[in-house]
Every structure is written in structure tokens, then in C-alpha cells.
């Protein structure tokens, strides 16, 4: 059974920084990729960024591009998500999820997700 947990959520200021984890158990692909999205209530989930692990590729919404980076760990099985001068519009709950494979952060291509950590900024 692949289970992800996420964890590193919390509230800060604006400007601030937070780290967020997702460690991925039970996946019996060595390669794969791994993403994390973001929601708010009232809007469908939007993704934020994707590292294929098996050549460290990544790609990155222009929302958070040069704020937020996206980092993993084979041995741990742990993708990172280090957010940087973030702002009040980061605010949302975050999930991760992991694909065989990237395509372009489409949601649709994910068949396991976490059940998410919120991030709120407050100014």
C-alpha cells in the first residue's frame, strides 16, 4: 500500500520561510516522480512543483519560480519543498503526490496523494 505523509506546515509572517516534507512508503518504483500541489478553499488544486527522481529534473509553477525549490532524498524516500519569502496568496493546504513518471504537473497523472499540511501567511 503506497502511503504519503506530509508534514513542515505551519503559519508565518510574510517574508518568511517553511520547509515542507513528504515521506513515500510502499512504492515499489525506484524512478518516479514526485510533485507538490496546493488548494484553497473554493478552487480546484493547482500544482506547484515536480522533481523526476531519476535524473533530478524539475519544473516549477511561475507563481512560485525563485521562491520556492523542490529537493528529494532517494535514501528517505523524501521529496522537500523549501518555500522562501513566501506571501499571503501561498496560503493553502499542500499535498504531495507521486506518478511513475512527469508530465507537466497535470493532476490527472497522479494516482497517490497525502492528505496535506495547511500553510497559512499572514501579513
Known amino acids: 500500500q503506497v502511503q504519503l505523509a506530509e508534514s513542515g506546515g505551519g503559519s508565518v509572517q510574510v517574508g518568511e520561510s517553511l520547509r515542507l516534507s513528504c515521506e513515500v512508503s510502499?512504492?515499489?518504483?525506484?524512478?518516479?516522480?514526485m510533485a507538490w500541489f496546493r488548494q484553497t478553499p473554493g478552487k480546484e488544486r493547482e500544482g506547484v512543483a515536480e522533481?523526476?527522481?531519476?535524473?533530478?529534473?524539475?519544473l516549477y509553477d511561475d507563481s512560485v519560480k525563485g521562491r520556492f525549490s523542490i529537493s528529494h532524498d532517494n535514501t528517505k524516500n523524501t521529496v522537500y519543498l523549501q518555500m522562501n519569502d513566501l506571501k499571503p496568496e501561498d496560503t493553502a493546504i499542500y499535498f504531495c503526490?507521486?506518478?511513475?513518471?512527469?508530465?507537466?504537473?497535470?493532476?490527472?497523472?497522479?494516482?497517490?496523494w497525502g492528505q496535506g499540511t495547511q500553510v497559512t501567511v499572514f501579513s
Open positions: 503526490a507521486v506518478s511513475i513518471n512527469c508530465w507537466g504537473l497535470r493532476e490527472r497523472s497522479f494516482g497517490h
Open positions: 510502499g512504492y515499489r518504483y525506484g524512478s518516479k516522480c
Open positions: 522533481i523526476y527522481t531519476g535524473d533530478g529534473s524539475v
